[in-house]
């Protein structure tokens, strides 16, 4: 009571104090000359933070893939300043930014056609005024609009010149951008020759040169899968999956590259030779990349305002069944004639429109933060919240990344955080409302010690993640086992957490070779009625014995051994014994990564791993590939490649996966040390340094007689 009344004193005073101070400023303005009004200089200064600000923000978002705020308030900063310069035309800058994604280390192209972005609408009452300009516009009554995902990723234009691709560049600046031509081809999906005939055998328009324009983006299975194998290794999780792709597409090594499946989207072109095969509307675009082979996507077409709006709602509404990101739904008139007659803007068509999904965001009470203990012992912090809806589900925790992101972020345990749904899925604790934070809140303090076994953490310096350093930890114990039993590796149906938990507890269960040795006599104490499910846990076990080597292999948990990782294991080793003797030096002489090597030799040099691996061998537990599907090919093995240049019968990661698979070496670059250089389409210095070293080139053909043999 007393604290009270007395704090309510002390803010009397410092606000007469604070009225005396304010009133001379104020007085002594009177007199001071107004050269400019205070409103306009206000404005200024604002406009100008808000340039630096953005420019910042689309350095973050470009150049480094790692965008500070949503494209939400990001947007809300540009309206802003376009308010600002649209009130005072003087304060517009002269150029248009369309941010810059040029990075170090490739060179850059100059685009045959500007590539642009597109103007953004958030209500429907900007989607409807759009609708009415358009038709105010083309004074045409027979208007009619494509209406198309907007895939989150990075805008890529492919040049193909008589039908092959030449090469492929990121957007950059609009004018010029990154040729990533190698990173690309590692997309399956994508076709290195354009197809000349339709299904029915029609000849297709094949322009002399196209430009065709799309996004290269990552599904949510694979952001899932890349993250997940992050943190099983103890790697701080991507926050979007657009992040990723676009940090991914600007590796400097293609085999880098190839180990995330990125995924291509095509819904434009750019330049297109000779203009008579241009198609007349966006629609028969659509028709036509897809017949030329082209990955393309799925739209729906509108005519009236009401129409375009209810195609709005509807992809807005089937988003959350969509395996890709999308940020919007890009609204393009149909007819090009119509779109050539609207024209552009600096910055965007006037023919088309983005309307940007909100990111959801909500706000609620922080009431504790845990630790969940990961396979490899990463201690990953979680935000038990009080329920909160979001996005149509109740959320109840979140994310909180790791240790830097609390202490960047400054979340305190009872703070109001804002939670939003990062890449659309996990839920993510993404920052603090300090306005309401009380003055009795505390930083808070890592713990010390694993909660569940006690034992002091470790961090490793130059490493986001803490560890638990207790291999036998029972909440690491029960991880491992989760994820032998999970049907990404052995599948063994029946065997949940709460009962690996129990089993886990009772010291029955300390490694995944423990599974072999229990007995049906054991797993009935457990109490209840559980004959069945016994018998049914123990048929499953035992079915288990005969999945594929790769299976087995990703079920140890290795550190850094994901499932590509053992499906190139088990194929190039053939025998799980073979591959737990190999030295690290044996494992990089067929071509397995310098830090995979490093990690599998290192988790097999420890005796408790030797033993576990005799232990499922003894159990029966299948740790062979079959015989006809090991590869010797003896003119490969332990043979040096480098390639360079577009292959036009298989993708480059093909080739690289098949000499792999024949015992060979695969590098990125030439030196002396190389046997064969093997030259596609467009070779560049790799050629003039392998002529140089006196390196043995082929060419395609050669190379594939080379694989027949
Ligand atoms: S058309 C001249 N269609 O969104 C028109 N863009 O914010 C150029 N995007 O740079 C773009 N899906 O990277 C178009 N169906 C779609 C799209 C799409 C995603 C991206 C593209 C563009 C950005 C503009």
Redesign the pocket.
Known sequence: MMTGLGSKFARGVFALAFYFLLSDVLNAAKWAPQSVPAELARDAQRAEWLTAEIARHDELYFKKAAPEISDVAYDQLKRELRALQEKHPHLASRETR?GDDRGEGFATYWHGER????N?AYTEAEVRAFHAKIAAQTKSEAIAFTV?????????SVTYEQGRLVRAVT?GNGLEGDEVTENLLTILSLPRELRRRDDEGKALPLPELVEV???VYLSFAEFARINDEREAVGEAPFAHPRNLAAGTLKQQSSAEVAKRKLEV?F??VGVMQPVSVIPATQRELHALIQAWGLPG?A?RVAKTSDELWSAVQTIGAERGRLPFP???V?V?LDATAQQRKLG?SDS??NW?L?YKFSTERAETRLKAITLQVGRSGVLTPVAELETVELGGSKITRASLHNRDEIARKDIRIGDYVFVEKAGEIIPAVVGVNFARRTTDSAKFVFPEKCPACQAEVIAISGEAAVHCPNAECPAQVQQRIEHFVSKDCVEISGFGPALIGKLVARGWLKNVADIYQLEREQLLTLGGNVEKSTDRLLAAIERSKGASLWRVIHGLSIPQVGAVTSRELAAKFGRLEVVANASEEALRARGVDRSVAASVADFFAKKENQTVVRRIMSAGVATELPQSTVVANSAFTGKIFVFTGTLLTLSRTDAADKVRAAGAIVRDNVSKQTDYLVVGVNGGSKLKTAQELSVKIIDEAEFLQLLGK
Do not use: F, W
């Not at 590539?115 to 597109?118: C, E, I, K, N, V």
């Not at 198309?148 to 890529?156: N, T």
């Open positions: 369309i590539m642009l972005s597109l953004k198309e995902p907007k895939y989150d990723g990075l805008a890529i957007r324009r799309g996004e989207v819904y434009g996507l739209y999308t940020d919007g890009v393009k552009e965007a068509p088309a983005a």
